[in-house]
T-cell receptor, first 110, second 116 residues
Framework: EDKVVQSPLSLVVHEGDTVTLNCSYE??????LLWYKQEKKAPTFLFML????IEKKSGRLSSILDKKELSSILNITATQTGDSAIYLC??????????FGPGTRLSVLP | NAGVTQTPKFQVLKTGQSMTLQCAQD?????MYWYRQDPGMGLRLIYY???????DKGEVPNGYNVSRLNKREFSLRLESAAPSQTSVYFC???????????????FGPGTRLTVT
């Protein structure tokens, strides 16, 4: 059965810290991996990764995929309270749907 | 440009009651999805519609039915609600997933459903 594992499930840091969130997957077919940020309501798209070793970057956030290790990381540098959210990763398994992980709940304290 | 809209935002049902959750998108997307989100479980796919006129089961379809009314609208129906269906429901849409390409999904604001 295809599945996505995220770690840690919960994380509390202080503003200015750097965090690394992990996502690993066990899949039969892999096309791409996506990261979403979920604040109070709907998840919003952050990154899509299809190739190993190529870093995607947006401001203080960056992400990279390792197909050999079946994993991805999401880094957030100089965290701010506005980064507090649930971070979801999902993969596209060539089917008509996506499989989501349980999410990492990040809390950034002032 | 409203994106993906869902109604209602909140709903309380009694066991055995029925209801329909409505979803509409104005981005001309071909594919639409219904998910449920429970604590610690991430998002689980209930049903999806790859294009107008087609629907398929996802990971957790039991107890639900869907209708792709037209390209814009995709509704989710609970025929006889059960407490296990207490959850937050999200609708999403995306471009058609063709030719080996993945497109990100755009999510609606969610419906918080409680079944007592």
């Amino acid at each position: 059965e295809d599945k996505v594992v995220q770690s840690p499930l919960s994380l509390v840091v202080h503003e200015g810290d750097t965090v690394t969130l992990n996502c690993s997957y066990e899949v039969t077919n892999f096309r791409s991996l996506l990261w979403y940020k979920q604040e109070k309501k709907a998840p919003t798209f952050l990154f899509m990764l299809t190739s190993s070793g190529i870093e995607k970057k947006s401001g203080r956030l960056s992400s990279i995929l390792d197909k050999k290790e079946l994993s991805s990381i999401l880094n957030i540098t100089a965290t701010q309270t506005g980064d507090s959210a649930i971070y979801l990763c999902a993969y596209d398994n060539y089917g008509q749907n996506f499989v989501f992980g349980p999410g990492t709940r990040l809390s950034v304290l002032p | 440009n409203a994106g993906v809209t869902q109604t209602p935002k909140f709903q309380v049902l009694k066991t055995g009651q029925s209801m329909t959750l409505q979803c509409a998108q104005d981005m001309n997307h071909n594919s639409m999805y219904w998910y449920r989100q429970d604590p610690g479980m991430g998002l689980r796919l209930i049903y999806y519609s790859a294009s107008e006129g087609t629907t398929d089961k996802g990971e957790v379809p039991n107890g639900y039915n869907v209708s792709r009314l037209n390209k814009r609208e995709f509704s989710l129906r609970l025929e006889s609600a059960a407490p296990s269906q207490t959850s937050v429901y999200f609708c999403a849409s995306s471009e058609a997933r063709l030719a080996g390409l993945t497109y990100e999904q755009y999510f609606g604001p969610g419906t918080r459903l409680t079944v007592t």
